[in-house]
């Protein structure tokens, strides 16, 4: 059974996480966050938080919507969409933050910093979107 409030908190979360990461992420040159190390290290920790997050929101979807079981966490967008829980672009568009995230938490390969900020950056309003877009659904499936 899908349990509403689990998601709403793990939505709290990544709003919470959002909040704290926004001045870097929106507000903020990226030159500024490279010559900042608190910066920097505080924008890679946020965003493996927040990608951590989102995987957890959509294993939960999937285990209790009875979903086929994908063979990886970045995966788990393309079975949502495939269920009408995401829309299919958007689940392509936000996908790739799971690998992005391997590569940083991992070291699979080596990172650059200025392309992560920069995806960062670019990725921040897909975290923000998929807050509404699974909130609407939960909403949704509350009123069946």
């Known amino acids: 059974m899908l349990d509403k ?4 908190k793990k939505l709290q979360q990544i709003l919470e996480y959002l ?9 903020m040159l990226v030159n500024k966050v490279l010559e900042d190390y608190y910066k920097y290290h505080t924008a890679e920790r946020l ?27 970045q995966s788990t967008f393309s079975t949502l ?24 938490v991992h070291g699979y390969e080596s ?8 995806l960062l950056q670019k990725n921040y309003p897909d975290f923000e979107r998929y807050l509404g877009i699974v909130k609407d659904y939960i909403d949704k499936m509350q009123e069946k």
Do not use: Y
């Open 5 to 8: 409030n689990l998601i709403e």
């Open 19 to 27: 909040e704290e990461l926004k001045p870097i992420a929106k507000e």
């Open 47 to 73: 965003f493996q938080l927040i990608v951590d997050t989102i995987v957890d929101i959509n294993v939960h979807l999937i285990r209790e919507g009875n979903l086929a079981v994908p063979d990886d966490f």
């Open 81 to 104: 969409a495939e269920n009408d829980i995401l829309p299919p672009d958007f689940a392509e568009q936000i996908a790739p933050v799971v690998g992005l995230r391997n590569r940083m």
């Open 111 to 118: 990172l650059n910093r200025r392309t992560f900020i920069e």
